[in-house]
């Protein structure tokens, strides 16, 4: 089995670039480009400085006692909440201003769901002086509203997305219409491994670093290179595909997806899309996404705004399929129950996403020898507000 990307932009099945005529020349540049560029020596010079000395990689691996006592375990957290900006999306967004500049971009837009992206985007802007444009959800706005403040700050001009569920795809169809109108000077920076080839194997690419340090970080502390479980949520799927990827042909290194159920699985309001989705087309990309029979999507639901998606990336999508993943599925409860649970044993508060990979322990079949990483892929400060909620209830 294979879990790289093929020539043509496919997971298997599951991939390619299905785009309007009018992305045509944007998406043939980057594709017959980014692998060039991404190798040459003065851009990986520069991806690997800004990386240690401005993001603070490598992000530390850290035994987590108290909460492998709690669950009979051996957990350790891969620490990309201490990443500059609060997540692992700054991995990405540094590989990707790099790259624009290269390609002569001026404009760069970007949409966003939890504000994490928009805010990683705005970051790597201002640090290069770019314009920049960021779509949201104007749910997502009412929601993130700190993470709105801080884009703004950087300089950036939040849009709001008024269609649909008003959430993070919504965001993205906007970010699309206004780079289909400005193909020139515009690179547009997706936040995850989703859209047309070659996002998806280009943001891996960029987040692989998570496992390139998680293999010498578990060497040093355990011996071996290899965890027997990987744990990451997934929204669209980055952090996990950044958590998995040195890992994808390590057959007995078990990958663990843990999506959003929001209100349960069978409630109508769910982000599951491993369990509800069927396959399709969202975003440019042949994947599953919840859709109706007729192919509308069906409008996903999480208390977490950067898992609130109908879709998965064809990667993960392939994973699934192929069972080289398991899936696990996790309400809003549980995922704010287990915020609660690690701030309580480690003093780490959780972005309400993250909080969902951990509440998947409860789920997991495992041994209690077993040496479990969990990606903790942000920090909880932009969910204060719902925390506080649930302190008050
Ligand atoms: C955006 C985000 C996610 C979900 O996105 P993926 O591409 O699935 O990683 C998860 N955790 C945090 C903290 C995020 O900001």
């Not at 997305?161 to 699309?176: F, P, Q, V």
């Not at 929001?262 to 042949?286: F, M, Q």
């Not at 990667?315 to 996790?330: K, P, Q, V």
Request: glycine share 10%; proline share 4%; charged share 20%.
């Amino acid at each position: 089995m294979h879990y790289s990307v093929d020539g043509r932009g496919f997971y298997g099945e599951f991939g390619g670039a299905f785009i309007p005529e009018m992305l045509h020349s944007n998406i043939e540049e980057l594709k017959s480009r980014y692998l060039e560029i991404m190798e040459e020596k003065d851009f990986q010079d520069e991806m690997q400085q800004l990386l240690k000395n401005y993001v603070g990689r490598p992000t530390p691996l850290y035994y987590a006692k108290r909460l492998s006592l709690h669950f009979n375990a051996h957990i350790y957290l891969k620490r990309e909440d201490l990443n500059h900006t609060g997540a692992h999306k700054i991995n990405n967004t540094i590989g990707q201003i790099l790259l624009a500049k290269r390609l002569g971009k001026s404009r760069i837009i970007a949409e966003t769901g939890a504000g994490q992206h928009g805010v990683a985007t705005a970051t790597v802007c201002a640090l290069m002086g770019l314009e920049c444009i960021v779509y949201m959800g104007e749910i997502d706005i009412a929601r993130q509203a700190p993470n709105v403040s801080r884009m703004k700050m950087l300089g950036a001009k939040v849009v709001p997305a008024t269609s649909g569920s008003k959430t993070l795809k919504d965001a993205t169809n906007e970010a699309i219409r206004d780079w289909i109108n400005n193909p020139n000077d515009t690179h547009y920076i997706i936040g995850s491994v989703v859209g047309p080839h070659p996002y998806p194997d280009m943001v891996a690419r960029f987040q692989s670093v998570i496992s390139e340090e998680m293999k010498w970080q578990l060497k040093e502390q355990t011996g071996s290179e290899n965890p027997d479980i990987i744990m990451a949520c997934v929204g669209g799927g980055s952090n996990a595909a950044g958590a998995y990827y040195h890992y994808l042909d390590e057959d007995q290194v078990r990958l663990v997806a843990v999506e959003a159920a929001g209100l349960g699985v069978d409630s109508g309001e769910s982000a599951a899309t491993s369990v509800l989705g069927t396959k399709g087309i969202i975003h440019g990309s042949r994947t599953l996404l919840m859709q109706t029979e007729d192919g509308q999507i069906i409008e996903p639901y999480s208390i977490s705004a950067g898992l609130d998606y109908p879709g998965i990336g064809p990667l993960h999508a392939h994973l699934i399929d192929t069972g080289r993943a398991e899936a696990i599925s996790i309400t809003d409860a549980e995922a704010l129950e287990a915020a609660f649970l690690l701030t309580r044993l480690e003093g780490i508060i959780p972005a309400l996403e993250s909080a969902h990979a951990f509440a998947a322990m409860s789920y997991l079949k495992y041994r209690p020898e077993d040496v479990i990483v969990i990606n903790l892929s942000g920090r909880g400060d932009k969910d204060l507000s719902t925390y506080i909620k649930k302190m008050e209830s």
